[in-house]
């Protein structure tokens, strides 16, 4: 008698930063049968952003996945290095340098901020051995072909055939406008008026020129701009990232990310008080950043094709939330497709809409939110801040807790019935 087991469903990974790799493991979690292949366009695994930091929200969406993803997290994260475990950050004026508002965390959460590279390394290592990654692979297209499945095509020529294609490739996706199409107004990230300057510094030099408090994190807000810093790499360098709005001047060049130089990063900041100075002093060849995100997206998903990530709601850094919403994204995603929920690869379409219907509001309010939160971070004057200072204050503090407050467990109830409903009509179509 011929075995009735279908064969294992297969999955392509699009991308292989935190996004692509969290969701490796995840599904591997989740449902081992899953026959996984990721695809970079990179030679090698690398992350060329400084630092993540997650919120309650995300570590906790790692936890519910499995708890060793939580602690390769908190195995490479950094916490306040001078007490005040529970502090998010603590808002200085930008000129005087007076506290204005210390943002604590709840429920005895403790901050911490990891090396991306760290953290990327920390998920290599836990990758399955099954789990194969091809490098060199940048995805050209993907069609997916009635009764044989999603072909994608690279620019190197070569083709590759799975069930299912999720786009993890970060802000520049080539998924998102694939998935969306050409024309479509939400297809490319846009230029959100604002840049910023960035910078590793050794610990010990910056303590010395400004003092110890920079073993805490600590948000610099002025006229125009702000300063974030805190510590990684075990305590022994500091993370130093200056925010500029541009005025109004557009982004010109075809890079994201342009050297710079410290008097690029002293004019910028003329005028501001002396500990932002003598940190901005030490400050030599910094990258320029561009700070892109995106317009809201009709749909996350296509067939089985969807996007995750940063490839599907890129937002500006103002919140801290990028990565940690990319991390919720996996948790909702990989505990939908388990071999309970979806027996077969027909299933995976009803998975894609349902995780999509569920997760775009709350993404897309994220990129709002992040952006109003950098304009509140430069409401001041050089003499401090207007009129309203409380009222403002709330409002960056409530912003931060929305982030947080989250019942991502509610969530994943409510998609598992999305996914019931579509599955009871099959003609139930994706959201587009």
Known sequence: MESTTPPPIRIAIIGAGIAGLTLANALKTKNPSINLTIYESRLRFSEISAAVAFGPNAVRALSLISPELADAYHSV???????????????????SGKVLRKVEMRGGFEYGSASRSKFLARLVEMLP?????????????????????????????SEAW?????????????????LLGDDDLGADAVYSGKYAYRKVLSMKTAIAAVGEGLLNRQMFVGKSGHVLTHPINNGNALNVVAFRDADGVPWKQRQWVVPSSKEAVLKDFDGWGGDVVK???????????????TTPARTYNKGNFCILGDAAHASTPHLDAGAGFAVEDVYILSSLL??????????????????????????????????????????TKEEGFESGEEELLDDLEHNQEWVWDVDLEKM???SISMLDISKEDDAYPPVF
């Open 77 to 95: 994260a950094v916490p306040n290095l001078a007490g005040d475990r529970d502090l998010w950050y603590t808002i200085r004026d930008g000129m």
């Open 412 to 414: 994943l109830e409510q």
């Open 162 to 178: 799975a069930d299912a294609v999720v786009g993890c490739d970060g802000i520049r996706s080539r998924s998102r406008r694939l």
């Open 338 to 379: 388990t071999e309970k929920l979806v027996a077969s690869a027909s299933d995976l379409k009803h998975a894609f809409s349902a995780w999509s219907q569920i997760r775009r509001p709350r993404c897309e309010e994220l990129i709002n939110r992040s952006r109003r939160q950098g304009i509140l971070l430069e409401l």
């Open 279 to 293: 940190i901005l002093q030490l400050v030599e060849d910094p990258e320029k950043w561009g700070l892109f995100d």
């Open 129 to 157: 051995g099954d789990v194969e990654v091809q490098f060199g692979k940048r995805i050209v297209d993907v069609e997916e072909l009635e009764g044989e499945g999603m072909r994608m095509r690279f620019e190197d020529g």
